[in-house]
């Protein structure tokens, strides 16, 4: 069985055995020992030693405080543990440190230096760091971004990771601290209650706009569904008037209007080949198309006197689109007339490539440009044998005066 021991006892015991010298027998008391004032217990104890309000004191220059369990039954506990004060080598750190003598480990340490109420529990189990007045259950004070590291150390097999949760004056956020410090996750001072709030099946923005899976239980702003149908809906933005459909398929995304009347055609969809289409208009303070000759195959020169001559027959037509109203004109070619008079853009009807049409302009182009280099070489010519002819005159007139 484990003997309970009066501590005064215990700490005498340990001070005659500390101060024995190899002369003196050890002082071995069978019975309780009351010591009525105050203990040292060290090789460097001395008479005039003052205590103050000391009750036990240690002093040497190797500190330690053994606890040494010495139960037998393997149904008691009966791991060692040590208080260790110092390393004992020189340049050693100075520290506090209770070891598991057992296992060789040290599981509580503080070093020499540590700022006042570095660790803080009060009477209600707060936990301060920084702080003697916790007023969370943890609660962390620093003069500058106070933080908490999570690390995974890769002890365990798996890879090297620390995260950063910090707080300051600028935001509060998440950072990678092993992938280039990024911060993923930020909030920023003074904004509003709710901004990011998360329940069952919602997220909500701020109150005013939610993400929801599978429910119709209020009319949302932006909503979320999730299904398995070929077609569906990947998110719907919501106004009073009406709302717009974010969809998907396995061929296309599209943008729908709903509830507006003004066509059942998707507003606008892209293709897994790429292609992007929209009903409105596209206003850009630049269009770039890709024309590299690396990007392109099968070329073959075209006859730009041919082109031209297909440009006067195509029509050039004043229009509006059955969209938009009467006042709102364009002028260009219909898209079936291009398509029989050039046989481009494939088997797309209703379309015209911008690019071919620029294409066909800057062929029409070089061909007028053709002609007039063309006219200009037969004036140039019909000047100079004017200037022969003006000359032969000259010399007939001059002859006829002799």
Same mark, same amino acid.
């Given at each position: 069985m484990k003997i309970k021991t009066n501590v005064s006892r215990l700490c005498l015991a340990i001070a005659l055995a500390s101060t024995a010298s190899a002369a003196n027998a050890t002082k071995v008391f069978s019975e309780d020992v009351h010591v009525q004032g105050s203990e040292c217990v060290g090789g460097d104890c001395a008479a005039a030693d003052a205590f103050g309000f000391d009750t036990f004191r240690l002093k040497e220059n190797n500190l330690r405080i053994h606890f040494d369990d010495t139960s037998g039954s393997a149904n008691f506990p009966k791991n060692d543990w040590r208080i260790v004060v110092n390393d004992t080598n020189t340049g050693g #750190?100075?520290?506090?440190?209770?070891? #598991?003598?057992?296992?060789?480990?040290?599981?509580?340490?503080?070093?020499?230096?540590?700022?006042?109420?570095?660790l803080v529990v009060d009477s209600a189990g707060m936990v301060g760091f920084g702080t003697d007045s916790p007023e969370v259950s943890m609660h962390?004070?620093?003069?500058?971004?106070?933080?908490?590291? /999570?690390?995974?150390? @890769?002890?365990?097999?798996?890879? +090297?990771?620390?995260?950063?949760?910090?707080?300051? %004056?600028?935001?509060?956020? /998440?950072?990678? +601290?092993?992938?280039?410090?990024? $911060?993923?996750?930020r909030v920023k001072p003074y904004s509003p209650t709710d901004s990011l709030y998360i329940q069952p099946n919602y997220?909500?923005?701020?109150?005013?706009?939610?993400?929801? %899976?599978?429910?119709?239980?209020?009319?949302?702003?932006? %909503?979320?569904?999730?299904?398995?149908?070929?077609?569906?809906?990947?998110? *719907? $933005?919501?106004?009073?008037?009406?709302?717009?459909?974010?969809?998907s398929s396995a061929n296309e995304f599209q943008v729908n209007f709903a509830n507006t009347g003004i066509s059942d055609v998707s507003e606008m969809s892209l293709d897994k080949t790429g292609t992007l289409t929209i009903q409105g208009n596209l206003v850009a303070n630049g269009i770039t198309y890709t024309s590299s000759r690396a990007a392109k195959a099968n070329f073959a020169n075209v006859n730009?006197?041919?082109? /031209?001559?297909?440009v006067?027959?195509?029509?050039?037509?004043?229009?509006?689109?059955? *969209?938009?109203?009467?006042?709102?004109?364009?002028?260009?070619?219909? +898209?079936?007339?291009?398509?029989?008079?050039? @046989? =481009?853009?494939?088997?797309?009807?209703?379309?015209?490539? +911008?690019?071919?049409?620029?294409?066909?302009? $800057?062929?029409?182009?070089?061909? =007028?440009?053709?002609?007039?280099?063309? $006219?200009?070489?037969e004036l140039d010519q019909k000047d100079q044998e004017i200037e022969g002819l003006r000359r032969a005159v000259d010399e007939l007139r001059a002859a006829i005066a002799r």
């Open positions: #750190d100075s520290h506090f440190t209770i070891e #598991d003598s057992t296992a060789g480990k040290t599981p509580f340490r503080i070093e020499a230096g540590a700022k006042s109420n570095t962390a004070v620093s003069g500058d971004s106070p933080s908490i590291r /999570l690390e995974q150390d @890769g002890s365990s097999g798996w890879s +090297a990771q620390r995260w950063d949760i910090v707080g300051n %004056e600028a935001n509060f956020f /998440l950072r990678d +601290a092993t992938t280039g410090s990024k $911060l993923p996750f997220v909500y923005f701020g109150n005013k706009v939610y993400i929801k %899976e599978n429910t119709d239980q209020y009319e949302p702003r932006m %909503e979320v569904e999730n299904t398995n149908a070929v077609n569906y809906t990947a998110m *719907r $933005l919501t106004t009073p008037l009406d709302s717009i459909d974010l969809a730009a006197d041919e082109i /031209l001559a297909k006067d027959q195509l029509d050039v037509l004043s229009w509006n689109y059955n *969209r938009d109203p009467e006042s709102i004109r364009h002028i260009g070619p219909m +898209a079936e007339d291009f398509h029989k008079q050039f @046989g =481009l853009n494939g088997d797309k009807d209703g379309v015209i490539s +911008a690019s071919d049409v620029n294409g066909v302009a $800057l062929a029409a182009i070089k061909a =007028l440009k053709s002609r007039s280099d063309s $006219l200009e070489q």
